[in-house]
């Protein structure tokens, strides 16, 4: 019995048991054909109005810097693998910045621009046009002592019973993914195709956006966008979907 | 150093002094348990004083709306389609638990089961973090949980 039980479990490490499972995986096949085809996809609009924010000057910033592209050049090679490792520790602040937020504070301290508001129409273009840079990259965020901190408290985040239904994050995505709540699949709640066009929103929205629809369906208080909070989950998120595959722009039922 | 979990036995006892404390308890609490179901159980008592109503139970566990039972549960006489597989069936349920038991696990199902999923649809007794919408009230008003009830109580075999 034991001789069974070790070679069950050089066949089957429990590494690849516990491999994570796209939010793709879960949908019907249209809904993944839409996302399959980028002149389908609704989402992909945002990648194209992000080139053109990133090309374009913006009004106020210096001159010979006045875009984003006279410091970082073409962003499929300066943006390439940077959406895999955020979000991350910000060098000169020490706080934990998203993508969103690091486009924020570059407009406002490199280009002395006022800069798009969360979930607006253009911070969801740059945002996704830098995370399209990482399509089909694994997401890889870097761990460590400075993080800790962080991932602890996006666990909690994800593991808190909350709002009047008294669910966690976890009770549905950790421990009941793969089941139908009515016809819809539970998927196992990965962040990795953010921003995404959703179908049930009929229009694009970030990660935030999804969390604060969760926490509403749960009939808790949500916290706001760009919130310590959000961000602390969105980092545990990232370290709990560690090797799956970027998918940005997605489509989401 | 003895291991933690195996407490020495004093001379003189047969069984660990804690388990017989507990064992008194136990009787003590047996004794006094029809006392309480009188004085403190309240779901063998109606919520309300109107008879619950199974026709609007019916239309209550089938609002989406509503966080209700098809969500989670399947009924197979229900011809709703894409009903939930997240808590067991609620075929023949009556045969299974009395009304009684059916009430308390809709006010709080959670006084059976500390760690349910199931949300408490008649208490907001320690919840975290309600939304300031929905603070105000319980999901199922006293009426809505006795007219759930009553459709419930029309599973049988």
């Known amino acids: ?253 | 150093m003895p291991a933690t979990g195996m407490r020495p036995r004093p001379p003189g006892f047969s069984v660990d002094p804690m388990t017989a404390v507990s064992r008194i308890l136990a009787v003590l609490l047996m004794c006094l348990l029809p006392l309480a179901a009188k004085a403190g159980d309240v779901s063998s008592v109606p919520l309300t004083a109107t008879q619950g109503d199974p026709a609007r139970g019916q239309d209550i566990i089938r609002d989406t709306g509503r966080a209700s039972c098809l969500i989670c549960h399947a009924i197979s006489a229900m011809p709703d389609r894409d009903q939930g597989t997240l808590g067991p069936s609620l075929d023949t349920v009556a045969t299974r638990y009395s009304e009684a038991e059916l009430r308390q696990r809709i006010v709080d199902a959670r006084a059976v089961a500390p760690d349910t999923i199931m949300p408490p649809y008649y208490s907001n007794a320690s919840l975290v973090r309600i939304g300031t919408r929905w603070a105000q009230s319980t999901i199922y008003s006293a009426q809505d949980v006795e007219d759930v009830v009553a459709f419930l109580m029309t599973l049988g075999d």
């Open chain 1, 1 to 253: 019995m034991h001789r069974l039980a070790l070679v069950l479990a050089l066949l089957f490490p429990v590494a690849a048991l516990a491999e994570p499972m796209s939010g793709y995986q879960f949908m019907e096949p249209a809904t993944q054909q839409l996302q399959d085809d980028d002149f389908l996809n609704p989402a992909f609009f945002l990648v194209e109005r992000g080139q053109q924010l990133w090309d374009g000057d913006w009004p106020g910033a210096p001159e010979g810097a006045a875009s984003c592209r006279s410091c970082h050049g073409a962003p499929e090679s300066s943006m390439r693998g940077v959406s895999a490792r955020y979000p991350a520790l910000d060098s000169a602040t020490g706080s934990l910045v998203n993508l969103e937020l690091k486009i924020q504070s570059e407009i406002a301290s490199k280009l002395s621009a006022e800069p798009p508001q969360y979930e607006s129409a253009d911070l969801l273009a740059l945002t996704a046009l830098v995370a399209f840079q990482s399509r089909g990259m694994p997401m890889d965020i870097p761990t460590g002592e400075n993080v800790a901190g962080w991932l602890a408290r996006g666990e909690e985040i994800y593991t808190t019973r909350r709002g009047q239904l008294n669910l966690s994050c976890q009770n549905c995505h950790g421990e009941h993914w793969g089941q139908k709540l009515r016809g819809d699949t539970i998927s196992q709640g990965h962040s990795n195709a953010f921003p995404i066009f959703r179908l049930i929103w009929d229009e694009v929205g970030s990660l935030h956006r999804m969390f604060t629809w969760c926490m509403e369906a749960v009939r808790a208080e949500p916290y706001a966008y760009g919130s310590e909070e959000y961000l602390a989950l969105e980092l545990y998120l990232a370290d709990r979907g560690r090797g799956l595959t970027i998918e940005s722009p997605g489509v989401r039922r």
